[in-house]
T-cell receptor
Framework: DAGVTQSPTHLIKTRGQQVTLRCSPK?????VSWYQQALGQGPQFIFQ???????QRGNFPDRFSGHQFPNYSSELNVNALLLGDSALYLC??????????FGPGTRLTVL | RKEVEQDPGPFNVPEGATVAFNCTYS??????FFWYRQDCRKEPKLLMS???SGNEDGRFTAQLNRASQYISLLIRDSKLSDSATYLC?????????????FGAGTRLFVKA
């Protein structure tokens, strides 16, 4: 049984560019949550998708958007990248509000 | 005040020591609680859920005190492999879903 997978593992972009990160949830899970983790900090909740809709959102600007597909996989899009967007982006899947399991993350560097 | 607060440490302990981590949360509507472990440059991994009755998994014991809005994790007989960052996690169930708040993490170094 595959766990949560994310792609790519690493990404380097320049300021102003746009990026798309991808996540495939654990088999049987229907909810995907995205987090941003800066160095030395705990993960910060970006948003959560359930039944192809954004259900909850943290304190992130509209530059951060996402999507969930019918197979429950999800994408995170960030527009107009800033230096401060450099972080580890984590995807977690769960069966609704049950325990979350994390993917290995995508490390984004914005130059 | 942060919604979930932890002592950042670091805690430096010798092998075999007992170490305890504390976490407080501010939202009394919080519904479920977890401890995750995160190794350097890796993703968080679930260590254990935390229940009001307390729960134990080998050398690890977690406690929840809803009245004081306080969660704890006790590690007995520390091993070198326990060195990691321990994240306190709180789920708030809200209309239309749930929201998860992580503490900033407590770093533990276990030394020979």
């Amino acid at each position: 049984d595959a766990g949560v997978t994310q792609s790519p593992t690493h990404l380097i972009k320049t300021r102003g560019q746009q990026v798309t990160l991808r996540c495939s949830p654990k088999s049987g899970h229907d909810t995907v949550s995205w987090y941003q983790q800066a160095l030395g900090q705990g993960p910060q909740f970006i948003f959560q998708y359930y039944e192809e809709e954004e259900r909850q959102r943290g304190n992130f600007p509209d530059r951060f958007s996402g999507h969930q597909f019918p197979n429950y996989s999800s994408e995170l899009n960030v527009n107009a990248l800033l230096l401060g967007d450099s972080a580890l982006y984590l995807c977690a899947s769960s069966l609704d509000a049950d325990t979350q399991y994390f993917g290995p993350g995508t490390r984004l560097t914005v130059l | 005040r942060k919604e979930v607060e932890q002592d950042p440490g670091p805690f430096n302990v010798p092998e075999g020591a007992t170490v305890a981590f504390n976490c407080t949360y501010s939202n009394s509507a919080s519904q479920s609680f977890f401890w995750y472990r995160q190794d350097c440059r890796k993703e968080p991994k679930l260590l254990m859920s935390v229940y009001s009755s307390g729960n134990e998994d080998g050398r690890f014991t977690a406690q929840l005190n809803r009245a004081s809005q306080y969660i704890s994790l006790l590690i007995r007989d520390s091993k070198l492999s326990d060195s990691a960052t321990y994240l306190c996690v709180v789920n708030f169930v809200m209309a239309g879903g749930f929201k998860t708040i992580f503490g900033a993490g407590t770093r533990l170094f276990v030394k020979a």
